[in-house]
């Protein structure tokens, strides 16, 4: 199976990389696994039928993930027994097939062989395990066929009846096995670390140490306390003496006086001791709390091998696809990066790697015709750069991005006019590919070329306070530069003041804070800009931005007093994707570095607000999200002057066609866009959908693929044939998750597909916005 | 001085809370198994009225004495607080509640709830302490008892305590702020 698994030469490097990932497979799949056992058991006794369908749906993800990990690592066997499982679980989400006892000990059986493969650390199998294998490829495959089309919700969930068990019973004995290793884990495997033993030892030893520090504070306290006793003790002395006054001698008050001296002495003795101690405790303390954050975020670095190990196999399998021979060369997998960056960067490079492929590499033929190697090359690679950062650059060989494309696609999403686009340099026509709504693909598909994935990614960059940037020339390849924190907690932070609250800037996003003269800044169209290297930016208020209660705009002249720069305002220059606004606040304080926190679970997200942070004073302060502040300042300059409004919004009265058979995906899809604000009509099959478009007036058809009489190819290709109708966008959705329905889709002339599996609602609605 | 007496007094709150709920907890099951239904509670006054909260919902009752507001927050928000150096919402249920605003309450008292799936404080201007209610003895709510929506409240007591849901307000989707830019 090694065999060009890895492009590369087969040396001992590849060997232990092929070790080490099929370490981590087993390790998933039993995850994976155990899940889905966990969800069968559950399954024999929940009767709820919401309940069900939860568990379902839980097993088949699980299915999913197992069936893609195994393909990810050439596990054949595990595939091939996974291929025909998920599609039952397909059918049983669509209520197409009932759940019987006699299933569900098939399932178990099922389990029982994948958990025995995947423990067995060799790809081929015993006789004996090939038969069974094939035993339950066909039992599994017959299930799969009866198939029935259950309109509503399934009828029988009886599986917990005394049947399943004489089932169970019989054949299987391995089945308890299976649930005993399932007892323990609930089917949500969401939020699981695997850390070294290496790593968890020092802290194991620092939480033992901050015991000895909590006694050494306690006792500190205690003796505090005597000292305070013990002074007043020496007050109610004082006072009695103070009655005495009269009577007293001068050799009286003189011994008096050297008693409350003596006594002083030895309260200041004692007192400096507790200080000593104190001090003492401390400097431990300062110590083991900064070893602990430094052990601490050691238990979240990991390499970035975890993050990037499987995409060898993916970059083979989609290029295979696609008929295209590409090689991805990866290095600096050993680099360490805080786990949560890593988790947060999947997306984005899998998305990345995906444009390259999909995008950036053609087809064997048009590379000879360039004088190019057949194959492809993807470089990736990671390097650590001083300051504690990691500069992440993939770069491919690719034909580059077509600029005259991008600025096309541009000026027909509405982002740019005419006369803008000529004015535009190269890398900014470049930076438009971030914006949502371009993309230069002619087919939109649910992973690329709906021209939202790169905004996506850069702003995922940008929460990790990291920056990207992309060059590309034609012909020659596209480089993405991602530069990003090692840590979430190597974060700086401008801390500014703005009326009487603070607010801390991320550094990354400063460009700079200087001083203008008020006069510096001119009022043009009803808003403020400033000229500065001779570029014209925005100014706006950062207090009038964020909408602070009491706001005072700010007066220009405002006299502060005592202060020699009255009419000086200070601006801070923020840049994030493709904006570069200053923002006016009252002081800039300082810079430090910034430990952010979540804001708690109630406050799921806020508008501006990043998270906040505790000062050293413990008043706690808001950090701010830039990528939001410049959408809200770009909103009240909208505001302010009053011109309409380019965004994209949903015309109300647009209407949709929706075509589909089944009738919970279409009063799904239905409420959904109505939701949104869509007026809707519904088919059931794409021959009384013909017949409703030719009779109604419709803005855009959204069609299912797979229907009775006609189904949405047919339908389509009826449609783009049809004079009056020929014009009318078509987005079809569909259950097939192959190329060839894809390409079969563009001839009949869709505009849109979009997979069934990865639907969600916003994905169909931005996919509406852009083609009405 | 001041913060040294009011964190005694703290202590001596909640010593004296433990030591309730000890003995509280020491008793259930014999209260069980004679089916008596109590319930503890915490009781503390917001505004003009006197509320009870299920103390097992109650994580802790924290001193307010610093806040930060956020801006472009809906008003129940009252700000986020630190409590032993985590972040903690805390929400204004008379601003949740929409009730009628009385003159400047003390507000000095947080009560932090909790269950599994939520945190966030609420609140008080004081706490009262805790107390065993029986269940028999809550009664429905005379509708102008008070401004609060039914579904929030579980009574009222014999004592005329109004029982705030804790798990409600908890698993409440419409106390959450999930706030898109556009």
């Known amino acids: 199976m090694a065999e060009g698994k890895i492009e590369n030469k087969m040396d001992k490097k590849d060997i232990d990389f092929q070790k080490r990932i099929q370490a981590t497979f087993r390790i998933e799949a039993e995850e994976h696994l155990r899940a889905f056992s966990s969800g069968l058991i559950e399954l024999e006794k929940t009767t709820p039928k919401e309940r069900v369908a939860e568990i379902i749906e839980t097993m088949f993800r699980e299915i999913h993930s197992l069936k893609g990990a195994a393909r990810s690592v050439d596990q054949k066997e595990i595939e091939a027994v996974c291929q025909p499982l998920e599609s039952i679980f397909a059918a049983l989400k669509r209520n197409e097939i009932v759940l019987s006892s006699a299933s569900i000990a098939l399932f178990y059986k099922t389990a029982d062989w994948l958990s025995k493969q995947i423990a067995s650390s060799v790809n081929e199998q015993t006789v004996a395990s090939r038969k069974i294998q094939q035993d339950i490829i066909r039992q599994l495959k017959e299930v799969a066929a009866t198939k029935v089309i259950v309109p509503a919700m399934q009828e029988s969930s009886e599986a917990n009846s005394e049947q399943s068990h004489s089932a169970l019973s019989g054949p299987i004995s391995e089945t308890k096995q299976v649930s005993d290793l399932s007892v323990n884990s609930t089917p949500a495997q969401i939020g699981m670390v695997r850390i070294p033993i290496s790593k968890l030892d020092p802290l194991l030893l620092q939480a033992e140490e901050m015991i000895q520090s909590k006694i050494s504070i306690d006792q500190r306290t205690n003796e505090l306390k005597d000292l305070c006793d013990e002074l007043n003790e020496w007050k109610t002395e004082a006072q009695k003496w103070r009655s005495r006054r009269a009577v007293a001698t001068v050799a009286l008050w003189n011994e008096w006086c050297d008693t409350i001296e003596m006594h002083l002495n030895k309260l200041e003795t004692r007192m400096t001791e507790v200080i000593r101690s104190m001090e003492h405790n401390q400097h431990n303390l300062d110590l083991l709390v900064n070893s602990h954050l430094e052990a601490m975020k050691q238990v979240l670095m990991l390499p970035v091998g975890y993050l990037v190990e499987t995409f060898p196999g993916m970059v083979r399998e989609i290029s295979h696809e696609q008929n295209k021979e590409i090689d991805l060369i990866i290095r600096g997998a050993e680099l360490e990066i805080d786990k949560r960056i890593l988790e947060e960067l999947k997306d984005p490079l899998i998305h990345l790697i995906r444009n390259c492929i999909d995008h950036g590499i053609g087809k064997p033929q048009e590379r000879i015709l360039q004088n190019k190697p057949v194959r492809g090359t993807i470089n990736l690679a990671f390097v650590a750069k001083e300051s504690g950062q990691v500069e992440i650059t993939l770069s491919d060989d690719g034909k580059g991005i077509d600029r005259v494309n991008v600025l096309k696609a541009a000026i027909k999403s509405g982002i740019l006019s005419d006369e803008t686009a000529g004015k535009l340099e190269p890398n900014e026509v470049l930076n438009l590919i971030y914006q949502s709504g371009v993309s230069t693909s002619q087919i939109i598909t649910d992973i690329s070329g709906r021209g939202l994935g790169l905004t996506i990614v850069q702003e995922k960059v940008e929460k990790l306070n990291g920056k990207m940037s992309v060059e590309s020339e034609e012909h020659k390849g596209t480089t993405f530069r991602i530069l990003l924190p090692l840590s979430l907690a190597t974060f700086r932070g401008i801390l500014v003041k703005v009326e009487e609250f603070m607010f801390i800037l991320p550094t990354i996003n400063v460009e700079r804070v200087i001083k203008v003269d008020q006069e510096d800044i001119k009022t043009a169209e009803n808003h403020e800009i400033i000229r500065i290297d001779d570029q014209l930016i925005s100014v706006v208020d950062l207090a009038e931005v964020l909408g602070l209660p009491e706001h005072k705009y700010v007066v220009p002249g405002k006299m502060e007093p005592g202060s020699a720069y009255s009419n000086q305002v200070r601006l801070a220059i923020l840049v994030s994707g493709n904006y570069r606004i200053a923002f006016k606040v009252d002081d800039m304080v300082e810079e430090q570095q910034v430990l952010v926190k979540r804001l708690g679970k109630l406050l799921y997200r806020v508008r501006n607000i990043s998270g906040a942070t505790i000062l050293g004073s413990g008043k706690v302060v808001p950090v701010l999200n830039i990528s939001d502040l410049m959408k809200s300042a770009v909103s009240i300059k909208g505001k302010r002057s009053e011109t309409s409004a380019r965004e994209l919004f949903v015309p109300k009265t647009d209407k949709i066609l929706v075509v589909e058979d089944s009738i919970t995906s279409r009063a799904l899809i239905k409420n959904i866009l109505e939701t949104a604000g869509y007026q809707v009509t519904t088919a059931v099959d794409g021959a009384d959908a013909f017949t409703k478009a030719r009779t109604g007036e419709f803005d855009i058809i959204v069609s299912d693929v797979d229907m009775p009489k006609m189904n949405g190819f047919e339908l389509t290709a009826k449609i783009r044939n049809n004079k009056k109708l020929s014009e009318i966008p078509v987005v079809l959705v569909t259950a097939l998750e192959s190329r060839d329905d894809r390409e079969h889709g563009i001839e009949v002339g869709a505009d849109a597909y979009i997979v069934k599996s990865s639907f969600d609602q916003g994905n169909l609605l931005e996919i509406i916005k852009k083609l009405i | ?182």
């Open chain 2, 1 to 182: 001085m001041q913060i040294c007496k009011r964190n005694k007094e703290m202590k001596k709150e909640i010593r004296i809370k433990l030591k309730e709920r000890a003995i509280a907890l020491a008793k259930e099951p014999v209260e069980k198994d004679t089916s008596s239904a109590n319930i503890d509670v915490i009781a503390f006054t917001l505004g003009a009225e006197n509320y009870c909260i299920e103390s097992v919902l109650v994580k802790e009752i924290y001193p307010l004495t610093d806040f930060t507001p956020l801006p472009g927050v809906s008003s129940y928000i009252f700000g986020i607080i630190n409590v032993r150096g985590q972040i903690l919402p805390v929400v204004d249920l008379k601003k949740f509640f929409n009730l009628p605003e009385r003159g400047l309450g003390e507000l000095n008292k947080v009560i932090i709830l909790s269950n599994e799936q939520m945190e966030f404080g609420i609140l008080a201007d004081a706490v009262h302490g805790t107390q065993t209610i029986d269940l028999e003895d809550i009664r429905g709510i005379p509708p102008t008892v008070s401004g609060i929506g039914e579904e929030y409240l579980k009574g009222v007591t014999k004592e005329s305590l109004i029982l705030l849901d804790a798990q409600r307000l908890l698993s409440d989707e419409h106390i959450v702020v999930n706030d898109e830019v556009n």
